[in-house]
DNA sequence: TTGTACGCGTTATCAT
DNA sequence: ATGATAACGCGTACAA
C-alpha cells in the first residue's frame, strides 16, 4: 500500500533515498545510520511492499517476456497439473525462458468473475484447465481481453487442444466387444465436464451399437476412494457384476481393484477393468492396469505453443489441435 | 519489444490512439476504420506484446498484491508439487487473494544462476522447494533481496519449514524392531537431498542402536519404476531378502510391491514393506501401503504464512517450523 | 543526500 | 468526425 513516495515524505527525505536504503545501498550512497534506521522503521510500520510491475517496468532493459497463466479449478484432479507442468518440463520450454507461469485457481462455475481476463492486466495469455459447461457458456458470449487455449474443451470461437473424447468411448466398447465380452458398465465421476460427457456418450453409444448390456454408475468422486466405494457398492448389491467395468479415471480405477482384493473378486478373472488417463501409478497397480492413454504432457506443450502463437500474433484464427487418445493394453483387462 | 509509443511513431498517431484501437475502443472512440487497420497492421508486424507491468502500475487503483513464486527444480518429485498447491487450497489461503502465486523451475544446483533472487524484480517472496546442497550452500552466502522460505531443508540463516527427518528415520527403526524384525532394508533414492540423507541416518542409527541387521540399497530413481527395479534386483539377487525394506518415498514402495507380485513375494509374510509420503493412492496398494505421514499439506500452508510474515514485515527473524511425521500402519508392515 | 527523468500503457481533457 | 496532449502509477539511477 505505502510508496516509496510516501515513506519519504514521512521520513522528510527524497524517494531516491528512500529506495537506496531499502535496497541495502544504503551504506554505500553514504546514507547516515540514523536517517536508514527511520527510514526502515517508517517503512515497516506502513507495510511497506514494493511493487514489482513498477521494479520490473524500470528495470526491464531485459526483453518484455510474457505471463502465461494457468487457469485452474479448485476441484481439478491433482495429478492433472502436475502431469501438466511436467509437460512443459520438457522440449526446454521452461528452461528457454520464453514465459512465466503464473498459477490461478477459480472456482467451478466461477471463471465469469475473474476480472484479469477482462482487463487483461495481469497475464499475456490463459490456459483453462478445466473449464464446466456453465464456464464455457461464460467464455463464448464473453469478450475478452487476453488470448485463451482451452484445454480437453471444444469451441468454436477460441483455439483448443483435445482429444477426440467420443472416440474414445467409441474404442473402449469395441476393445470390449472384440474380447467377446457382453456385459459391460462404466464408472462416471459426478462432474459438470465436457470431456466426461462426450466419453461417456461415446461408450454407450459403441456398446449400444454392438449390442451389449450396459450398466453405469454415478460416483460423486474421481479419486481412488471414489472409486472404491463405487466398486464396494456394486460388489454389495444383490445383482451380478458385469464382466468388465470402464472407470473414466485411473485413480478411480486403482481404488476399484482395492476394493476388489479386499472382496475377493479377481481381476482379470471375475471383473475385467480398464481405466483412462495412464497415471503414472497404473503399470504397476496388481495386475497391471490397462487404461487409455491421455497425452496430457504432448497436450501442455501445444497448449503453451498455440498459446505462445496467439500472443506473438503469429497465429490470428482459432484452431482446434486434436490429439489421439491409444488403449495400453496390460493385465486387468 | 515493441511499445505504444513506437506503433504510434510509425503510424502517425498518438500514443493514446494506438492504445485505444489495441484495446478495441477504437470505433467507440471514433478512431477511423483506415487508421485503426494500419496501426493493428503495424502492432502484428512488430509483435507487439503489451507490458503487463505497465498496465497493472497503472491500473492498479487495486491493491499491490505480493507475487509469492514456488521455486522447484525440474527432477522433483511430480507428486509433490501437486500435494503442495492442494494444500495452499485449503484454508481460503488461495480464495482470500492475498498472493499471487508464481511458478519457477530451475535446474538443480543452478540456483545461483537465477538473477530475480538478487535483484527482486519479479516476485516479492520465494519458496524454496528442493534445495540441493550446492544450492544451499549458495544461498548461505548469497545476499538475497527478497525473503526466502525453504521446504524440507534446515539453515540458520533462514526461515525454514521442516520435519524432523532424522527422527523419521529413527521412528521406522523403532516401528520395526517392535514387531521383532532383525534383518531389515533401505532403499534410498540416489539424489543429492538433505532430507533424504538425514533420514538414513537416523535409521542407520536406529537399527545400529537397536541391534538389527541392515541392508542399504541405492537407486537412482524415486519413481516407481525405480522401486520395481530395486526389488527386482534384490529378489534376483542370490542372498535371501531382509524381513523388511523401508523404502524412501512412496511411489518406489508401490513399484517394489509390484515386482513382489511379479516375482511370488507374498506382503507382508514374506517381505514387509514402509514407504514414506502417504500418498494418495497409497491406501488402495495391494495389500494397502504402510507409510510415513509427511504433511505435506500443512507445510505448504506454513511456508506461505511465514513468507506473507516475512514481506508483510510482521516476521523479521528467521524461524524454523517443524512439523511431525507419523507413521500410518496398514497392511503391508 | 536531492531532484528528476525514465519505463509503458491508460484515460481524462482538450483541439481541430 | 478524428485525434492529440499530458498526467499518472511507482521504483530506479544518474547528475548535481
Chains 1, 2 share one sequence.
Not at 70 to 85: H, Q, V
Not at 143 to 164: A, C, F, G, M
Amino acid at each position: 500500500m505505502a510508496t516509496i513516495r510516501e515513506i519519504a515524505e514521512k521520513a522528510k527525505v527524497s524517494p531516491g533515498t528512500v529506495s537506496f536504503v531499502l535496497n541495502g545501498k544504503g551504506d554505500q550512497m553514504r546514507i547516515s545510520i540514523k536517517t536508514q534506521e527511520k527510514i526502515l522503521k517508517i517503512a515497516k510500520d506502513l507495510g511497506y511492499l514494493p511493487s514489482i510491475s513498477a521494479r520490473r517496468l524500470r528495470n526491464s532493459e531485459a526483453i518484455n517476456i510474457p505471463f502465461i497463466t494457468i487457469l485452474w479449478t479448485l476441484d481439478t484432479r491433482a495429478s492433472l497439473i502436475s502431469r501438466f507442468l511436467q509437460g512443459l518440463q520438457h522440449k526446454t520450454l521452461f528452461k528457454s525462458n520464453q514465459f512465466e507461469i503464473l498459477i490461478q485457481p477459480y472456482e467451478n462455475g466461477k471463471l465469469s468473475e475473474l476480472e484479469s481476463l477482462r482487463t487483461g492486466n495481469k497475464y499475456n495469455g490463459a490456459i483453462i484447465a478445466n473449464a464446466s459447461d456453465k464456464d464455457l457458456q461464460y467464455l463464448d458470449n464473453a469478450n475478452l481481453k487476453v488470448p485463451i487455449v482451452l484445454y480437453q474443451r471444444h469451441s468454436d470461437k477460441y483455439s483448443t487442444v483435445n482429444v477426440d473424447s467420443k472416440k474414445t468411448g467409441l474404442d473402449v466398447a469395441s476393445f470390449l466387444h472384440i474380447k467377446g465380452i457382453k456385459k459391460v458398465g462404466m464408472v462416471i465421476p459426478n462432474l459438470s465436464s465436457q470431456a466426461v460427457a462426450r466419453r461417456s456418450q461415446g461408450f454407450i453409444e459403441g456398446i449400444e451399437t454392438l449390442g451389449m448390456d450396459n450398466t453405469i454408475i454415478k460416483n460423486g468422486d474421481f479419486s481412488e476412494k471414489g472409486g472404491y466405494e463405487a466398486m464396494e457398492a456394486l460388489i454389495k448389491a444383490s445383482y451380478p457384476l458385469p464382466e468388465a467395468l470402464f472407470f473414466l479415471s485411473d485413480p478411480m480405477a486403482v481404488g476399484a481393484i482395492s476394493a476388489c482384493h479386499e472382496y475377493g473378486v479377481r481381476i482379470p478373472d471375475d471383473l475385467k477393468i480398464i481405466g483412462h488417463d495412464n497415471d503414472e501409478q497404473t503399470p504397476f497397480t496388481t495386475p497391471a492396469l490397462t487404461t487409455v492413454h491421455l497425452p496430457v504432457e504432448e497436450m501442455a506443450n501445444a497448449c503453451v505453443k498455440q498459446l505462445m502463437g496467439q500472443i506473438n500474433q503469429t497465429i490470428s484464427t482459432p484452431s482446434n489441435e486434436r490429439f489421439e487418445t491409444k488403449i495400453i493394453e496390460r493385465k486387468s483387462c
